[in-house]
């Protein structure tokens, strides 16, 4: 087939896959906060330090949800290509039998 028009699931797909790298983005800057926290602390622990380890934690769900959703939406765009594949191959031997 020829090249096709950007899809609708396409750019759902691309949406995700940018909203998955920003998590990925946020979840290292967290880990260097947190890191950084960690070594400046003089005598006890840094309060923020379980703050960020929660936001870390949150970020890790988002993102596996968002792999998910986008595998999901590979899928679903997969099995309707090959249906509207199966229709043309179909509409083709029809036409070829009239």
């Not at 797909?13 to 890191?35: C, G, H, N, S, T």
């Not at 988002?62 to 090959?82: C, F, G, I, K």
């Amino acid at each position: 087939m020829s090249k096709e028009p950007t899809k609708p699931s396409d750019s759902l797909v691309q949406q995700l896959l940018a909203e998955r790298r920003e998590l990925k983005v946020q979840v290292e800057r967290l880990k260097l906060d947190l890191a950084d926290a960690a070594g400046n602390s003089g005598g006890g622990p840094d309060p923020r330090v379980k703050e960020m380890q929660d936001e870390i934690e949150r970020l890790r769900y988002q993102l596996a949800s968002v792999r998910a959703d986008a595998t999901q939406l590979r899928e679903e765009r997969d099995a309707l290509r090959a249906g509207i594949e199966r229709a043309l191959e179909q509409i083709e031997s029809d036409e070829e039998e009239e």
